[in-house]
């Protein structure tokens, strides 16, 4: 899959244009980053019923929240953006909007941990190709100088389909279990079952739309042709099978991996399993847990939750021996520091994103003795209007600095707004009213969100256009496993030992903020150099481009 400069008169020569296709396609892509959203984080609001219906606890419900969905949406990320990488990116992200939906859809015939546990697991998979496509088909249709605007119409998509979780499962739950309270239910459902249904129906009809969306020229808008992968699907299944444990040993065996190579692999698998056992053992010690009750057998959450967390440290491993081997060019340009730093910035302000969101509306319910339709109205406007303006901000602006300063324009608005925002997160949730808080959140919320549209278009203008659906997967499991995976089971487990002090708990997952600030520091120093050697990386590996 070599790629070649476009000449003068060539098709793919550089735009500066954005056509009517290239705004409807950001319209459906949008619409189904909504959706993902949507049918991710319903489970939030839903949280509370289903933990009085089901008798599941705060550290359950964060496993069902985050680690499960993350171990899946992770693993299947990246397949799924090898394949965005080399088959028809608009067929690819529509048939997995149905199969998401579907999945989302199971959670209403729910009456235990189990099921719930194997819907979620279903929508990871199918949301894996939502992020590398949308971004995929995006950067192939908007030029450089307006991917911030881009970005950011993704970020309005992220808090609409954010607000909708909390307003639609909230006043569909509260709404039907009033409605049938005396009568009782048709089918005996409860109303977060029913919720699950109502968000999972529009996902199909806008599969079909962006199923039948015409599928943007590979690099058009850099002038870098692609050839046509012509093994797209075999080259998925390679993915999986190198970074799936246990799988990679024979992939290994069968690249003729070097004693190097071996060593590099069972030594760092080694090092994660004692870790993870490590912090198994603090975490049991520090909030017990019973245990679950999982296809006939019993498990900690605590094991199942550092059971994940290794598996998909391992799959990182794994991707990057496999990158190494197979695909040297896409190996250089994606581990420059710049880009690897990113991912774990990105990564780091998931948790604290998740770890927030996916415990306020329990907040609300615990701390202000909101009912579940006050605080679905209530919060769920509020984030879905701030989610909608702090992009609206941060797109341009973030535009403005990358004419004005280049990259490191980018680096420093996010810098700004990761810096500072965990102070305005501690005053936010320590307010005493309910109008106080959230006066706080919307100060605390604004600042937050303009990171995002900076941090994204910076990861895939690092990498050419081809590595752009791999990359997008690379940073999946990254930010999934830092983040989801690790933000919804802190808060839950803090909560957890505090006696259900959500507010404190959500406050605690800001101790990684200066961690995040040492990496952008980094970024800020490195980023125009690196952006500049994309191309010379990837020529030096044999990159005819």
């Not at 476009?6 to 290239?22: F, H, I, Q, Y």
């Amino acid at each position: 899959m070599a790629t070649i400069p476009a000449e003068e008169n060539d098709p793919l020569k550089p735009r500066t244009k954005v056509s009517r296709a290239g705004w409807y396609a950001l319209m459906l892509v949008s619409a189904a980053q909504a959706m993902s959203l949507l049918d991710r984080q319903i489970l939030a609001i839903l949280a509370p019923s289903i933990s009085r219906d089901l008798g599941i606890g705060d550290a359950e419900i964060g496993l069902l929240y985050g680690t499960l969905f993350a171990l899946f949406y992770a693993l299947f990320s990246l397949p799924l953006g090898r394949l965005v990488d080399g088959w028809i990116r608009t067929k690819l992200l529509g048939i997995c909007l149905a199969f998401w939906s579907v999945s989302t859809g199971l959670a209403a015939f729910a009456n235990g941990f189990l099921l719930l546990a194997i819907s979620r697991l279903g929508v990871g998979i199918g949301e894996g190709a939502t992020q590398p496509a949308a971004n995929s088909i995006i950067f192939d249709e908007f030029p450089r100088e307006k991917r911030g605007t881009a970005m950011a119409a993704l970020g309005i998509a992220v808090a609409i389909g954010l607000g909708l979780s909390i307003v639609l499962g909230g006043v569909v739950a509260e709404w039907w279990d009033l409605r049938y309270a005396a009568t009782g239910a048709p089918g005996g459902f409860y109303g977060w079952q029913v919720a699950f249904l109502v968000a999972a129906a529009p996902g199909l009809p806008l599969a079909w739309l962006i199923y039948r969306m015409k599928e943007p020229t590979r690099g058009q808008m850099d002038g870098i042709r692609t050839k046509p992968d012509p093994h797209p699907f075999k080259a998925s299944a390679a993915v999986l099978g190198a970074v799936t444990p246990g799988a990679n040993w024979f992939m290994l065996w069968h690249r003729k991996a070097g004693a190097r190579q071996w060593t590099i692999n069972l030594v760092g698998f080694a090092l994660i399993v004692a870790v993870c056992v490590t912090m198994t053992l603090l975490a049991m010690d520090f909030s017990p847990r019973p245990n679950l009750a999982v296809l006939g057998t019993e498990l900690n959450p605590h094991v199942l939750q550092w059971f994940v967390a290794g598996f998909g440290a391992f799959v990182i491993l794994n991707l990057f021996q496999s990158l190494k081997l197979t695909d040297m060019p896409t190996y250089k340009v994606i581990w420059s520091p710049s880009l690897v730093l990113l991912m774990m910035v990105g990564g780091f302000q998931t948790a604290i994103n998740y770890g927030v969101m996916g415990f306020t509306p329990s907040f609300l319910v615990r701390e202000f003795d909101l009912s579940l339709t006050q605080t679905a109205i209530q919060f769920g406007l509020l984030a879905t209007a701030l989610g909608i303006a702090g992009p609206m901000v941060a797109g341009p602006l973030s535009d403005f600095l990358t004419r004005k300063l280049g990259a490191r324009g980018r680096v420093w608005l996010t810098l700004a707004s990761l810096g500072i925002s965990p102070v305005f997160g501690i005053w936010a949730y320590s307010a005493d009213t309910v109008m106080d808080f959230y006066i706080r959140f919307s100060v605390y919320s604004i600042i937050l969100t303009l990171w995002l549209p900076p941090l994204y278009s910076l990861l895939y203008d690092l990498v050419l256009p081809r590595m752009r659906g791999i990359t997008s997967s690379t940073y999946i499991i990254v930010s999934t496993l830092l983040g989801l995976g690790t933000g919804p089971y802190l808060v839950g487990i803090i909560s957890d030992r505090n006696g259900g002090d959500l507010g404190q708990a959500i406050i605690s997952v800001n101790w990684i903020v200066p961690a995040t600030v040492v990496c952008l520091l980094i970024v800020l120093f490195r980023v125009n150099r690196d952006e500049a050697s994309v191309r010379e990386r990837a020529r030096s590996a044999g990159e005819d481009v």
